[in-house]
């Protein structure tokens, strides 16, 4: 069973072992050893030969292209700040002007056709035998890449903030189900949607203005191949209302949901059962620290697996991105987690 086999055997049932598919992104261009903003982030095949031979190295079961969270907010006119260690926005839109911009042309956007084109570069050297994850931002992670999520907060100040936010999320809708269409149309044999701030929202206001929108975005995309939602945080809150914001996530009935490190992988399998598979999510402080030790990163990886494993419906990653710097530590703790996850991630 190969790469891509192996990964979607794992959505719906109990695969032959558990796929290995830690998020890699600014390890693949050191691994390379290519500047992360200026070469990997803008040259697609960079891209895609630092990510193949960072997971060929590391028996890695899946290849991605996510780089950033700022593609389609570019296309919408946000500026893009080079200068930090990932590219971020320079400059955010106004919320009372967004009605009178135009939509955007995606394929007149340089940095959209860039991951197209990393996906179709991915496709075209391993499709078939590994699994393409493309990416795309969910709906309240997008409006706060296009206004700032403190402006986005500002707004339930008002009476009619349910209102206000899910109009900012209607008309962005589109043009998140186009760049994933495009990325499909190209070999993206799974989508990846990142929602970096959910869990600053909580799960009253997720309920109310972003899980219908986001189940529509999810509906579309799984009409063609599964979602991987990629929630940061410790999105396991309930409120006093008894709103369960782990069950509200899990009602957006993507395929796989990618839980932080702050998320209990007991609980929430429990909570979760059958609906999704579940990604996750050893602690990237313990693996991306010096004052942790190798028997701190064993313990915390036997823990992940241990937890993760029972009823299959599980692949194994850290809780985030895998930690990157030093180089030295970060491989070495990939390769750890990979020792264990094949020692004990057989069914």
Known sequence: MNSLDLTLSAIKGIPEKIPFNPFIMHLAASFLGVDY?????????????????CTNFFGIDHVNVSTDAYREANAWGVEINWNSHTPVAKTYLKIDEFDSLEIPDLNSNKRIINRVNAVKLLSEKVGGEQCIIG????????????????????????????????????????????????????????????????????????????????????????????????????????????????KLISNTNAAILDLDYQVDLKLAKEKIGTNNCIRGNTNTQILGSTTYSISDVISEV???????????????????????EPFSMASRNLGIAKTLVEKFGKY
């Open 37 to 53: 903003n200026r070469e990997y982030c803008k040259n697609p095949e960079i891209l895609a030969n630092a990510q193949i031979k």
């Open 135 to 246: 990416w795309i931002e969910a709906p309240f992670a997008e409006i706060c890449c296009l206004f700032d999520l403190v402006n986005v907060l500002m707004l339930c100040k008002n009476q009619d903030w349910e209102k206000r936010i899910r109009d900012l999320i209607n008309r962005i809708l589109p043009i998140q189900k186009e760049f994933a269409k495009m990325q499909i149309e190209v070999g993206a044999n799974i989508i990846g949607a990142g929602d970096s701030a959910i869990s600053q929202i909580g799960p009253m206001r997720y309920e109310k203005c972003c899980l219908k929108a986001t189940k529509e975005l999810f509906d579309e995309i799984q009409s063609k191949v599964p979602v991987l939602y990629h929630i940061c945080g410790d999105n396991s809150m309930i409120d006093k209302e008894g709103r369960d914001m782990l």
């Open 302 to 324: 036997e823990k992940t697996i241990e937890l993760g494993k029972p009823g299959g419906m599980f692949m194994y990653a850290a809780g985030c991105e895998w930690p990157w």
